[in-house]
């Protein structure tokens, strides 16, 4: 177990230096930082001062590797718009966006594994369609436009909840229904198939056939299988959340990393940008890596080889 | 002891199918006694998974049972709720299946998995259903049980995962055993091993012991009585000793003519000497199921279904032969093969 989880580190630490390395250079070389930091009506000078005090002027290669040696010595960098250190930022946006993702998911999987379960218990019936149904009805409408309607019903129309800003708990709500909705029609068809595929299985018969209750077979001896390939797609599908609450974020005014990023843009705010795009590719790697050592505690196979 | 443990009589099986209905068993009639091994022997296809999946309430879904009698010491099982069957799996009845590779669940503990089955049905503590799982896999023959507790299915062999299943079908002390194939996903040397241990439980305990197999064989050393299944049906069943000493059905005759020879016959071969395969069959039968496959067969054979009937030494013979074993030359098996 420990070889493996040390393996495991090797390739995230690995992944998370490629795509910083694709992240830097695609910052750098998709405009000039400088002019864009120096803003529209800047004098060729100022343009060229901005570029020597940033170090815009050096090798790619150099400039990445300083970078990183800042990063490492726990120097995020400072925002030159904000004026105000990287960390700080983050620190303030990160946990409304983290907040969102964790309810987003917890809602997701909530809703899309008895979804699923219900429909392999039953497959080919009303109950199966009916599951389907719930998973995947609403999923035509851009997303934006599934929050607005949520919005109107439960913030307008009943005005059950917030819709705007992150104050409370309750602010969360609609905003994780309406990110985590999303990631439901995946997450059932995987807990239906692999369910499906579970209960078929020899050691499904073996556990009717010694007459354990209905709850045990199912539950402890056929979804304890099917979940093992749903933990890996559920972090997948949080770091697609965590990438597109940019949307969710802006509808319902929460201030987190998309909304952050947003602003950065349009700002050029250079340090702030890079960093963000850094927290998600490492976000994404120990993600995955979380599956898999979730992944071996479920299965022994894997752990004990 | 008045009337047998388990009696079953008429049980069909059939099952939808795109374009139809096959019916894997048509009509099956036996009983076993307490104390009692009776074996069923027939190739593959013939309807031996099915008829004890039927006997367990365990038929897949798109199958449809029908039936005269299914009764456990006078306990009707047809029909009975799904909470009735909870209380008769793994209490009354247990069940040994083909590949123990599979048939234990990978992600939980050998001990954790009997300890499961055992409180299922009894209200012990923990540590009491440890102590019967220990006790249990030394009876089996499993050698430092403590270690193989706390082990997982895939780090025990498959003759060692058998064992476990057996101690597992002991857990409640049942009145009836059912055993599919319990020895065919397994090694030569392993079988008679397992073969041996099943007989001598059965011995012990005095329980009735269904022993399924494709081979006659295997079987022929442990079982009391042997039903052989043909196409769905019961084609003879009598006496062990009887039917092995001289066989009535052509069928049996051709099963006794193909028993492998150890060592000689490779795990997963088909027996070589009975031609053709078992013909699916959707309608009742209107002549004699085995009639493509019979070196024997007459006009008779054709005229019409086949009806069981007694032999003088009070085995029943599914043929039109003469029930005294005569009209038969072996060597028309040889000329058949042959294709003369
Ligand atoms: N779920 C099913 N759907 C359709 N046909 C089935 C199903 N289960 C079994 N059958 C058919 O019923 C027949 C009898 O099956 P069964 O499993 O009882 O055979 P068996 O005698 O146990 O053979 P084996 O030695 O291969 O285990 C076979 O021809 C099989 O194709
Ligand atoms: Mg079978």
């Known amino acids: 177990m420990l070889r493996f989880i040390v393996q495991r580190l090797l390739v995230t630490a690995l992944v998370i230096a490629v795509t910083s390395m694709v992240a830097f250079s695609l910052v750098h070389l998709t405009g000039d930082p400088a002019a864009a930091m120096a803003g529209e009506n800047a004098a060729p000078e100022d343009v060229e001062a901005i570029r020597r005090t940033y170090g815009f002027d050096r090798p790619i290669w150099e400039q990445y590797l300083t970078w990183v040696g800042r990063f490492l010595a726990g120097d995020f960098g400072r925002s030159h718009y904000l004026k105000l250190g990287v960390g700080e930022v983050l620190a303030e946006h990160m946990p409304v966006t983290a907040t969102l993702g964790v309810l987003a998911l917890a809602f997701a999987l909530g809703l899309s594994i008895p979804l699923g379960v219900a429909a392999a218990l039953r497959p080919n019936t009303i109950v199966d369609r009916v599951a389907l149904w719930i998973a995947v009805a609403g999923q035509a409408l851009p997303s934006f436009l599934f929050a607005l309607g949520l919005i109107y019903v439960f913030g307008v129309l009943l005005r059950w909840l917030p819709v705007s800003g992150d104050a409370t708990w309750q602010h969360f709500i609609l905003p994780s229904v309406a990110l985590g909705y999303y990631a439901t029609p995946a997450i059932m068809r995987l807990t239906r198939s692999g369910m499906m595929e579970a209960l078929q299985s020899d050691h499904v018969r073996t556990a009717r056939a010694f007459g354990l209750s209905r709850w045990r077979v199912v539950v402890r001896h056929g979804l304890r299988h099917a979940i093992i390939p749903v933990v890996s797609l559920a972090a997948v599908q949080l770091g697609f959340m965590l990438g597109g609450s940019i949307v969710i974020e802006t509808v319902f005014s929460l201030k987190g990393l998309g909304y952050l990023a947003w602003q950065s843009i349009q700002r050029a705010d250079i340090e702030v940008i890079q960093a963000i795009l850094l927290v998600i590719a490492a976000t994404y790697a120990v993600l995955t890596l979380l599956a898999d050592i979730l992944n071996a505690a479920l299965d022994p196979r894997i752990r004990i080889g | ?340």
């Open chain 2, 1 to 340: 002891m008045t009337g047998p443990l388990l009696e079953v009589r008429g049980l069909k099986v059939e099952i939808a199918v795109p374009g139809g209905m096959t019916r894997p068993v048509r009509g099956v009639d036996f009983s076993v006694a307490a104390g009692e091994t009776l074996a069923i022997v027939g190739e593959s296809g013939c309807g031996k998974s099915l008829t004890s999946l039927a006997i367990m309430g365990l038929l897949p879904r798109a199958a449809r049972l029908a039936a005269e009698t299914i009764a456990l010491k006078g306990l009707s099982l047809i029909g009975l709720s799904e909470s009735g069957w909870r209380r008769l799996r793994g209490e009354r009845i247990a069940m040994i299946f083909q590949d123990p590779m599979t048939a234990l669940d990978p992600c939980y503990r050998i001990g954790d998995q009997m300890a499961e089955v055992l409180r299922q049905h009894r209200p012990v503590s923990a540590e009491a259903a440890r102590q019967r799982a220990l006790e249990l896999l030394t009876r089996v023959g499993i050698s430092s049980p403590e270690q193989r507790l706390t082990q997982f299915p895939h780090q025990l062999s498959g003759g060692l995962r058998q064992r476990v299943m057996i101690a597992m079908a002991l857990l409640c002390e049942p009145e009836l055993i059912i055993a599919d194939e319990p020895t065919t996903a397994l090694d030569v040397t392993i079988q008679a091993q397992i073969l041996h241990l099943l007989a001598e439980i059965q011995r012990d305990t005095g329980i009735g012991l269904i022993l399924i197999s494709h081979d006659l064989g295997v079987v022929a050393g442990v079982a009391h009585r042997i039903a052989v299944m043909y196409g769905g049906e019961i084609v003879e069943i009598g006496e062990r000793d009887a039917i092995l000493g001289r066989p009535l059905h052509p069928y049996t005759e051709g099963l006794m003519h193909s028993i492998p020879v150890p060592g000689e016959t490779r795990r997963g071969e088909t027996l070589g000497f009975i031609p053709g395969t078992v013909p699916r069959q959707t309608g009742e039968l209107t002549r004699c199921g085995f009639l493509e496959r019979c070196p024997y067969a007459t006009g008779r054979s054709a005229a019409g279904p086949v009806p069981l009937r007694e032999a003088a030494d009070g085995r029943l013979v599914r043929c039109v032969l003469p029930l005294d074993g005569s009209g038969r030359d072996p060597a028309a098996w040889t000329r058949q093969a042959e294709g003369v």
